[in-house]
């Protein structure tokens, strides 16, 4: 579906010379895929643990969606472009689309935000 799109940004610059190149992009992969992975574990902690989850689930719902679908996204394009031994170009374009999906999610979410911040220290201040 996107292979025309990422053929576009990225050439296929693979050869024996870019091992290191690309066992340092499944590393990140690996790293982001993890991110991923706590990311949902942590949506649901929250959302089974805290009260102002319960109170906004639409909102709360839809923002841990848009963020765990960015990071599947993120974990596809770095796959891409890794494929092509392009991970560096990669990494410098996904700066700048994090950069715009935070204050996009900023904008938009700001309120679910501020609530999943407040749960997380309610939560750290309880454990001491």
């Given at each position: 579906?996107?292979?025309?799109?990422?053929?576009?940004?990225?050439?296929?610059?693979?050869?024996?010379?870019?091992?290191?190149?690309?066992?340092?992009?499944?590393?990140?992969?690996?790293?982001?895929?993890?991110?991923?992975?706590?990311?949902?574990?942590?949506?649901?902690?929250l959302y089974?643990?805290?009260?102002?989850?319960?109170?906004?689930?639409?909102?709360?719902?839809?923002?841990?969606?848009?963020?765990?679908?960015?990071?599947?996204?993120?974990?596809?394009?770095?796959?891409?472009a890794c494929?092509?031994?392009?991970?560096?170009?990669?990494?410098?374009?996904?700066?700048?689309?994090?950069?715009?999906?935070?204050?996009?999610?900023?904008?938009?979410?700001?309120?679910?935000?501020?609530?999943?911040?407040?749960?997380?220290?309610?939560?750290?201040?309880?454990?001491?």
């Amino acid at each position: 579906m996107f292979d025309k799109f990422f053929n576009m940004i990225f050439k296929d610059n693979c050869d024996n010379s870019n091992v290191v190149f690309k066992t340092i992009c499944s590393i990140f992969i690996f790293l982001i895929t993890l991110g991923l992975i706590y990311n949902i574990l942590m949506s649901i902690y929250l959302y089974n643990t805290c009260d102002n989850y319960k109170k906004n689930r639409v909102s709360q719902l839809l923002y841990t969606i848009v963020n765990v679908l960015y990071n599947c996204f993120t974990v596809y394009f770095m796959y891409r472009a890794c494929k092509t031994c392009n991970g560096l170009w990669g990494f410098v374009y996904l700066i700048g689309i994090g950069i715009i999906f935070s204050i996009i999610s900023m904008v938009l979410f700001r309120k679910s935000m501020d609530r999943m911040i407040v749960c997380l220290f309610d939560k750290l201040e309880n454990t001491k």
